[in-house]
């Protein structure tokens, strides 16, 4: 079984840019696609996008769309969430998971402890 540590969340201004990390222990991470999701207070839980286990295709929510990028380093056991043109509309708790299919988001599980991100205006 995959355990995941998210970090590198904090506080930015709008227009701003931040990168997550998701740690992964055991060594079946290398063949999960990885998934991040988001969950704002009141609101559910929502998918932000996913990159294949091989790295090769990734998939963003058009919310997201042109300004994130998922990437990974599967020899490192190490997913990357780079955020760019952050907006308060991005504030949320951001959680890594593993998941079987990298288009759907209920394949997911496995999930961190979720990582703070506050954009201010």
């Known amino acids: 079984q995959v355990q995941l540590v998210e970090s590198g969340g904090g506080v930015v201004q709008a227009g701003g840019s931040l990168r997550l990390s998701c740690a992964a222990s055991?060594?079946?991470?290398?063949?999960?696609?990885m998934g991040w999701f988001r969950q704002a207070p009141g609101k559910e839980r929502e998918f932000v996008g996913a990159?294949?286990?091989?790295?090769?295709?990734?998939y963003y929510a058009d919310s997201v769309k042109g300004r994130f990028t998922i990437s990974r380093d599967s020899a490192k056991n190490m997913g990357y969430l780079q955020m760019n043109s952050l907006k308060p509309e991005d504030t949320a708790v951001y959680y890594c998971?593993?998941?079987?299919?990298?288009?759907?988001?209920?394949?997911?599980?496995?999930w961190g402890q979720g990582t703070q991100v506050t954009v201010s205006s």
């Open positions: 055991g060594r079946t991470f290398s063949i999960y696609n």
């Open positions: 998971a593993v998941g079987v299919n990298y288009r759907d988001p209920l394949s997911f599980g496995s």
């Open positions: 990159i294949t286990w091989s790295g090769s295709s990734t």
